[in-house]
């Protein structure tokens, strides 16, 4: 058995309203702007739908609530079309942060140390939020003041891309630090 397809699509938000599809009485009165953006007045729906197919355009309900309601004579596909650029434009803006977590012991060898340092710039510059954890094992949480002060020296080499969010902080057997990116005016310019 086949299935039937709906090829219409939902995307979540009414479209406005175009030519006949306003549901206003022919005789209402609607504010009318041109495609130039200049008032023509107060017209029935009926004559403002005939002005806009004299101009090879379209009749749009801009604003219902207002009274009259607002009409704007343009192109329905490139309004759409640019409604749809400036929502894409919108959330691509948005940015919500993750937090990445950087596992490390507190007797790390240099090189490791090194990894681990280059993974956590790795995720700052991707504007991520960077959590540190140094776990202890047994006896180990007796030298946290090490772990602390591998947690400071990590901090101190990121400063100047980062800021301490949560300053080291004991958690049962772990130590946790929370780095958050740098707001810089370069980031804030684009």
Known sequence: MQEKFNNNRQTGKELPKINERITQSPKDLVRVIDSEGEQLGLLSSEKAIEQAKKEGLDLVLISDKSD??????IDYGKYKFDQEKKAKDIKKKQHSAVIKEVKMRYKIEEHLNQVKF????????????????????????????????????????????????????????NMIMLLMPKKNDNQNKK
């Open 118 to 173: 280059n993974q956590a710039v790795r995720f700052l510059k991707g504007g991520d939020k960077v959590k540190v954890t140094i776990n202890f094992r047994g006896r180990e949480i007796q030298h946290s003041n090490l772990a602390i002060d591998l947690l400071n020296k990590l901090a101190n080499d990121l400063k100047d891309i980062t800021e301490i969010q949560q300053p080291p902080l004991k958690e049962g057997k």
């Open 68 to 73: 009259p309601p607002v009409c704007r004579i």
